[in-house]
């Protein structure tokens, strides 16, 4: 996030570098939620419940990660959200996983990199 | 100010929070879902004077949301931000429609926080010059003068087509050049409203401003429409330029709904309104200026009214700029 030079105030730096963390702290649990959506989507062949699941899993992370400085990451995620939209209105749920799965790769990998460099 | 924030991502709310206190902004209420904003707002004594929703959640969407919150009658006129990401602009037309103000983009920006809630401050601080003058005009129907000049925009309480005029400013400033191109703006121009201001009391000049609202909104033949009074007489309105407006037909159909107040208006000793309707101002493709200029356009034309002289297809079809 851009904060300004005013954000320099130590209160405002201390509280976001704690909202960092938090975030930080909950990708491992984010990670497992968008496997688990994947192994149940194996397990009962419902490719729409787990895309929208997994949609809405990218689209939290994205409106977080850019905000609090991990760009990336919610590139990443916004860019599997907006795969995911446009696949489902142009095809089938099954075909839509099928063309996103680069995508999905891409953001579990965005979200493992943000945790091995974490302090 | 007191403000709820909605969204059905915690992290993102702390987030939210964090910044608005670093913007001074202390009075954040949260909710994390459409539901239970709807049970926080109906459970206050004291409302809300802003929201801040997420467009995109899980059940009820923020444009629902929004919806629900506008049927309220104390927050018909409240400020609403929608937070979207830059790849929702699609829900920026829905979340105008449903009443939203302004919005405000993903990832948050600080200082483009700070500008949207100037933004909600003007709303707060127009919205309260309308209670004031209300009260003043309940204790001097002669105060109105003083209060407000003829000038300025003008919110209108029981104009429900009418949407703020910094809303509409708003608008066109998001749509971005590609999708303006596809709107355009119609001014409507009160000919004698300088004349019913000036013998008109306060309570008297809106409700007649309200009835000049009210035919305008019945004449715009589109399903989506944002129509704002921006003062000196003149309403603008910015429709779907594929939509059949005709300014002729317009004009045509405000005379007759206005011809039905005739009888009223002699009995009160006023003036009906003469109401213009300009030529629809339009935008070039590759246009980059001001959005805003085409509010100017559309002004400066109502004004003008519909030439007389104008071509036949001219009249009753939309125009270039």
């Known amino acids: 996030m851009n904060l300004g030079s005013e954000d320099a105030k130590p209160d ?19 990670i497992l939620h968008m496997e688990d959506l994947t192994s149940e989507l ?9 895309l929208y699941g997994i949609s809405a899993s990218a689209h939290r992370i994205a409106g977080v990660a850019g905000t609090l400085g991990f760009g990336a990451l919610g590139s990443n995620a916004r860019k599997l959200e907006e795969a995911i939209t446009d696949g489902l209105a142009q095809y089938e749920p099954r075909e839509t996983f099928l063309r996103t799965r680069t995508q999905l790769e891409a953001l579990l990998d965005s979200l ?3 945790l091995e460099t974490a302090p | 100010m007191k403000i709820l924030a909605v969204d059905d991502e915690p992290l993102f709310l702390d987030v939210l929070m964090q910044l608005m206190r670093s913007c001074n902004y202390h009075d954040v209420h949260r909710a994390g879902s459409a539901r239970e904003a709807m049970e926080i707002i109906e459970s206050q004594v004291q409302p809300f004077d802003c929201f801040l929703l997420d467009v995109q959640m899980e059940g009820m969407d923020g444009i629902q949301l929004c919806r629900r919150i506008r049927a309220l009658p104390e927050h018909r006129l409240t400020p609403i931000v929608m937070i979207t990401a830059m790849t929702e602009k699609a829900y920026v037309d829905d979340a105008f429609l449903a009443g939203a103000n302004d919005y405000v983009t993903k990832p948050l920006d600080r200082t483009e926080v700070k500008v949207r809630m100037s933004m909600v401050k003007s709303i707060l601080s127009e919205r309260n010059h309308v209670k004031l003058l209300a009260k003043q ?12 000049t003829f000038d300025e925009p003008l919110i ?65 033949k589109a399903e989506n429409y944002l129509l704002s009074y921006a003062g000196s007489g003149d309403f603008v309105a910015i429709i779907p330029r594929l939509s059949s407006f005709s300014a002729t ?26 109401i ?23 002004i400066s034309r109502g004004r003008q009214g519909i030439p007389n002289t104008l071509h036949s297809s001219e009249r009753l079809g939309v125009l270039g700029a």
Do not use: C, W
């Open chain 1, 42 to 50: 194996r397990r009962t062949g419902d490719y729409t419940t787990a």
């Open chain 2, 249 to 274: 037909v317009a004009q045509e159909q405000i005379e007759a709904g206005l011809e039905e107040f005739r009888a009223i208006y002699m009995e009160d000793g006023q003036a009906l309104p003469r």
């Open chain 2, 137 to 148: 005009i309940a204790r001097s129907e002669e105060s109105h003068s003083a209060a407000r």
């Open chain 1, 112 to 114: 493992e990199a943000v």
């Open chain 2, 156 to 220: 209108l309480e029981d104009a429900e087509s009418l949407t703020p005029f910094t809303t509409l400013e708003n608008y066109l400033l998001k749509l971005g050049n590609m999708r303006l191109f596809t709107s355009m703006a119609v001014g409507f121009h009160i000919e004698n409203g300088g004349d019913i201001y000036d013998k008109s009391s306060g309570l008297e000049f809106m409700d007649i401003m309200t009835d000049a609202a009210s035919a305008i909104a019945d004449s715009i």
């Open chain 1, 12 to 30: 405002v730096a201390e509280a976001m570098a704690g909202l960092r963390s938090r975030f930080i702290d909950s990708l491992v649990d984010r």
């Open chain 2, 276 to 298: 213009r309707v300009g030529r629809p101002a339009t935008t070039g493709l590759l246009a980059f200026g001001d959005p805003t200029r085409m509010i100017q356009d559309a």
